[in-house]
């Protein structure tokens, strides 16, 4: 890992990204109008909803949008746009928040919702094939019966394409990893069209070079991913949820921390802060105590279950933890994480008209703590309004940053929170994104997170497979 920046204590200087580029090349324009007819457009409603997604960034529209809905049909948008030098984004249902979907050098959007067919589900071996736009929900609704579901749950209902192209996870992380642990193969179309399969329905596999995994990750830049076959897992037999409230932020931290280290094998630990819990109660009309809290899910028998929820109360009482709550019942559980889920667009409601601001990162468990605290005394040193959450129990956590994006100091003092909790992460030997990816908004992240050798290699992996840069360009690298 590269030597650590020291952290800084001003804002940096930002300004909006002007792009000039060529326009969409009539010839071009008129193949994908014949071929796909009212599935391409080059109107500034459709051009709009793909070219921003939920951050700050300012919108940058792509020249014509496709509706794809197979993987001949990628690859022939593909080749048409490779002939012509025009740039390709993917796009699933733009739930990214770091401007994945944004098109700084105009292009086609592929938009790939329509492709949501669920090709096979094995059950007997615990893997399912899916189309590129077929969303976690939906992929669970049609595991119904079968006894098996997938846990991968970032919150939004995104695409498995999606999740997959930004190496995903959320709350049940801690216990079942991320898309880069449950992706087992994909098909892949390359930048100049060609298609490749990667990986297989094994478990393991010694043969090669593990390009299945270069690929999730990759954010749309080394290729467009089509299919994915993924793992699936049984259900629990007993599933339980409790909420904790603490004193502070340290004392939930702390319980967290020990929790791990003792090896309790919980599914998901969620801490929200109090202006968090402020937010859902007003939001989705709960009344959970606005005060430092741990949302707690524990999976496996019914004897395990208990063991950890007994386990988790006693480590919680020891330090401060009060109005430990079980919630057993499926509908209670279901209210308790929807409530959780809620929480981005809670937040929001708190300065109406804002937009967020969003950064989030991820250390080891032991500096968690020490993370947290430093980044709430930053917090404090504001004066815009700042939410804490995350999945703590795999020391990942977000900043919903409120901003009026036209008030430059409210863009000043987002800018610093950002780049501090960053660069604090790095220099604790963690990450610059958890989950939320690059993009376009943490570039300049990672030459400081891996070194300059590490980039120079991705460099020479993006030229490799694209070598005119045109799929998804502007992302990833700085």
Not at 61 to 80: F, K, N, Q, Y
Not at 127 to 147: C, F, I, M, P, S
Not at 383 to 394: K, Q, S
Request: with cysteine; charged share 20%; proline share 6%.
């Amino acid at each position: 890992m590269a030597a650590p920046r020291a952290i800084s204590t001003t804002p940096p200087a930002s300004c909006p990204v002007n792009s000039q580029r060529a326009a969409l090349p009539e010839a071009l324009r008129q193949n994908l109008a014949w071929r796909f007819g009212p599935r391409f457009s080059c109107g500034e409603s459709t051009r709009l909803q793909h070219g921003r997604d939920e951050s700050v960034h300012e919108p940058l529209l792509p020249d014509g949008v496709v509706m794809a809905e197979s993987t001949e049909e990628i690859a022939l948008i593909v080749r048409l746009c490779a002939e012509h030098g025009v740039p390709v984004i993917p796009y699933g249902v733009g739930s990214s928040v770091e401007g994945h979907v944004l098109a700084p050098r105009g292009g086609i959007s592929v938009d790939l919702s329509g492709m949501n067919r669920i090709i096979a589900i094995h059950a007997e071996d615990g893997d399912a094939v899916v189309e590129a736009g077929v969303t976690r929900k939906q992929l669970n609704d049609a595991l119904k019966g079968t006894g098996l579901f997938f846990p991968i749950d970032p919150g939004a209902d995104a695409t498995l394409g999606g999740m997959a192209a930004t190496r995903a996870s959320g709350t049940n992380a801690v216990r079942y990893g991320t898309m880069r642990d449950n992706v087992l193969a994909t098909t892949t179309v390359l930048a100049d069209g060609r298609v490749m399969k990667t990986g297989g329905r094994a478990r393991k596999s010694s043969a090669g070079y593990d390009l299945t995994r270069l690929l999730v990750g990759s954010e749309g830049t080394l290729g467009i991913m089509a299919e994915l076959t993924v793992k699936l897992y049984p259900i629990p037999e007993a599933i339980s949820a409790a909420v904790c409230t603490f004193p502070d932020i340290d004392a939930a931290v702390q319980t967290v921390i020990q929790t791990i280290q003792l090896g309790v094998p919980v599914a998901r630990i969620e801490l929200l802060d109090a202006l968090s819990l402020q937010a859902i109660n007003l939001f989705s009309k709960t009344t959970l105590a606005e005060a430092p809290t741990l949302f707690f899910e524990f999976h496996g028998s019914p004897a395990g279950v208990a063991e950890q929820a007994e386990t988790v109360q006693a480590i919680a009482g020891e330090l401060g933890g009060a109005n430990f709550a079980w919630a057993t019942h499926p509908e209670d559980r279901s209210r308790l994480w929807q409530a959780r889920h809620d929480a981005y667009f809670a937040c929001l409601q708190l300065k109406p008209g804002c937009r967020c601001f969003p950064t989030d990162v991820c250390v080891p468990i032991s500096r968690l703590a020490e993370c947290i605290a430093a980044t709430n005394d930053d917090i404090a040193q504001v004066n815009i309004p700042i939410a804490l959450f995350g999945h703590v129990g795999d020391g990942n956590f977000h900043l919903v940053v409120l901003v009026d994006r036209d008030n430059p100091q409210d863009m000043a003092e987002a800018a610093w929170i950002s780049e501090r909790v960053v660069e604090r992460a790095i220099a604790m030997e963690g990450t610059c994104t958890g989950e939320h990816g690059i993009g376009r908004g943490k570039r300049k992240y990672l030459i400081p997170e891996h070194g300059a050798v590490a980039v120079d290699v991705m460099r020479m992996l993006k030229t490799a497979l694209d070598p005119h840069n045109l799929l998804n360009p502007g992302k990833i690298l700085p």
